[in-house]
């Protein structure tokens, strides 16, 4: 095979992509800066004005509660497992927390609903008044279910990387435990925390499925629920470029999400070689 | 529990004393976050087995074979996989070992292009995708194009579906096969199968794949679980497999759904559990 032939097997991945992947994010963008086919700034405005704004504004408080919680609790509960001496406790804890961090979507919604539902088991025993599970503290728990175990799984690998050698150098060198975590446990995590904080601030931002299979919609605006809804209705005809133009407002934000996170993801590898 | 509390004993005999407290920090720590995550299963559990007015039975677990669409979806969800696995892996495998092996220069625009689906939500990625059928029909529709356009959404096998599921899943297969790629040397591997007269497809066949095999069959059940979990781009482009069904019968039959809920957590950790146990064997 000579240099000149070598790409070709990469020829059919890179045309595939110009046509499924480049095709829609065109006709998105194209869609955004059009109405009834002239070019037009209408329906960005009109994708952050009143209820579109505060389905955008719902998503980001939802996802940035999220975030802040999950790796909160994500990250206590990593640095329970790491520094557990049950090895068959820690492998059981990893491994559920691989499925859950990536089973969202529809069962999880129905996991919620059979439990703190409004006809839910545990929601009789507790007393919770009606709706509490389609309230925002109620997404907020739903979505904690798959945000925690992600976290987890950002972590472990972290905080397995503190090596007992640096507390002992450490010490050795007459420093307390607050000096260690100020000086070296706290700013080897950094990376890894921030970068675990921005994937469940994504994560969050981008679900639609379980808030749909929920029906949240109705109390907690989305912005996915938006567009979805203006995508398949037929009543709101002009309506589809808006939510073309909503979609634009969350790709942005999803990759200002990305261009803070890939970076910090290369940056924590560096110590945990 | 008691067991495993058991065992730790003579491990612990000497440091017991330090150890107390953070001990049953931890404890309580394990304790919340197992009331957490369980509670909501063995609730999903029992809400699927009680009523009160028919008391204990399994009869949502016996209805669900006979519920309408329940076949249907199944076998439309499991071929879309099928379906993509195939696509998906004959895209990407030339294309990773053609930059690895003479386009080197290529290999940053690959990352970049296999990331790029991650920053994209699929709800925003199905928007345009809809939008740019429903312009490509029109634009389209005096030429033959048009045909092949109307026949990749057939809705008994919407081809669409599975070219969308190619995109969504292409950075996780692309990462699981960059990282079987990292541990052997293609290069030299391929030059020396070469120097011994190999022909081309007797070195793809017989020497990359077989050290491939991993990665592959992780990527494969990767993307299997996910096109059986996917709910969103399905049900905005109108078709119904297996997660979409599921909400569409919730309505009706909330018992069911959510004991197709219990059984799908089940398989999505065998699948997880062959891709570990997959990973697991590559390092050994």
């Known amino acids: 095979?000579?240099?000149?032939?070598?790409?070709?097997?990469?020829?059919?991945?890179?045309?595939?992509?110009?046509?499924?992947?480049?095709?829609?994010?065109?006709?998105?963008?194209?869609?955004?800066?059009?109405?009834?086919?002239?070019?037009?700034?209408?329906?960005?405005?009109?994708?952050?004005?009143?209820?579109?704004?505060?389905?955008?504004?719902?998503?980001?408080?939802?996802?940035?509660?999220?975030?802040?919680?999950?790796?909160?609790?994500?990250?206590?509960?990593?640095?329970?497992?790491?520094?557990?001496?049950?090895?068959?406790?820690?492998?059981?804890?990893?491994?559920?927390?691989?499925?859950?961090?990536?089973?969202?979507?529809?069962?999880?919604?129905?996991?919620?609903?059979?439990?703190?539902?409004?006809?839910?088991?545990?929601?009789?025993?507790?007393?919770?008044?009606?709706?509490?599970?389609?309230?925002?503290?109620?997404?907020?728990?739903?979505?904690?279910?798959?945000?925690?175990?992600?976290?987890?799984l950002v972590m472990a690998p972290a905080l397995d990387g503190l090596r007992p050698q640096w507390r002992e150098a450490a010490a050795n060198n007459g420093g307390t435990a607050w000096h260690y975590w100020r000086h070296v446990g706290v700013p080897v995590l950094t990376p890894s925390l921030l970068g675990g904080v921005v994937l469940l601030f994504g994560s969050a931002f981008a679900a639609y499925a379980t808030a749909a299979a929920m029906g949240a919609g109705t109390v907690v605006p989305l912005v996915t629920l938006k567009i979805a809804n203006a995508l398949t209705s037929d009543v709101l005809i002009g309506q589809e470029n808006v939510a073309l133009a909503l979609s634009l407002d969350m790709i942005v934000v999803a990759g200002l999400v990305m261009a803070v996170y890939l970076p910090l993801q290369k940056r924590s590898t560096r110590w945990l070689r | 529990m008691a067991a495993v509390t058991g065992l730790e004993q003579p491990l612990a005999a000497a440091p017991a004393a330090r150890t107390a407290r953070p001990r049953l920090w931890r404890a309580a720590v394990f304790a919340v976050a197992g009331l957490y995550f369980l509670v909501p299963l063995g609730a999903s559990l029992w809400y699927t087995i009680y009523t009160p007015t028919s008391g204990v039975s399994f009869g949502a677990y016996g209805e669900l074979l006979t519920a309408e669409g329940f076949a249907g979806s199944l076998a439309l969800s499991l071929g879309l996989g099928l379906a993509t696995i195939a696509l998906v892996l004959l895209l990407t495998l030339p294309a990773m070992l053609a930059v690895r092996l003479s386009a080197p220069r290529l290999r940053p625009v690959m990352e970049v292009l296999c990331t790029l689906p991650l920053v994209v939500p699929p709800i925003t990625y199905v928007a345009g995708l809809g939008t740019s059928l429903r312009t490509g029909a029109d634009l389209l529709a005096p030429t033959p194009f048009w045909a092949t356009l109307i026949a990749i959404q057939d809705p008994a096998f919407p081809v669409v579906l599975v070219l969308a599921y190619v995109v969504l899943v292409l950075p996780f297969v692309y990462r699981s096969l960059d990282a079987g790629l990292r541990t052997m040397d293609v290069r030299t591997l391929v030059e020396a199968a070469r120097n011994l007269g190999a022909s081309w497809p007797h070195v793809v066949f017989r020497v990359l794949i077989p050290n491939l095999r991993s990665a592959l069959a992780s990527a494969s059940f990767l993307t299997l679980a996910l096109v059986f979990g996917e709910f969103t781009v399905a049900r905005l482009l109108g078709y119904q497999p297996f997660a979409v069904w599921i909400v569409t019968i919730s309505g009706s039959r909330g018992q069911v759904s959510v004991a197709v809920s219990i059984l799908s957590l089940l398989l999505f950790w065998l699948l997880l559990l062959a891709v570990s146990s997959a990973f697991g064997r590559e390092k050994k």
């Open chain 1, 1 to 152: 095979m000579t240099r000149s032939k070598g790409w070709l097997g990469a020829l059919p991945l890179l045309v595939f992509y110009a046509f499924v992947f480049g095709v829609p994010l065109v006709a998105l963008l194209a869609g955004a800066f059009t109405s009834r086919g002239r070019p037009t700034l209408d329906n960005l405005r009109q994708s952050l004005q009143g209820g579109n704004l505060t389905s955008m504004a719902g998503s980001v408080q939802v996802s940035a509660v999220v975030a802040l919680l999950g790796a909160l609790l994500g990250t206590v509960l990593a640095y329970a497992v790491v520094t557990s001496r049950f090895t068959a406790l820690r492998q059981a804890v990893l491994t559920a927390s691989g499925v859950l961090a990536n089973f969202g979507g529809v069962p999880l919604a129905f996991f919620w609903v059979a439990t703190l539902g409004n006809s839910g088991v545990v929601s009789g025993l507790l007393g919770l008044p009606t709706g509490a599970l389609y309230s925002f503290w109620g997404l907020v728990v739903v979505y904690l279910y798959f945000s925690v175990p992600l976290m987890v």
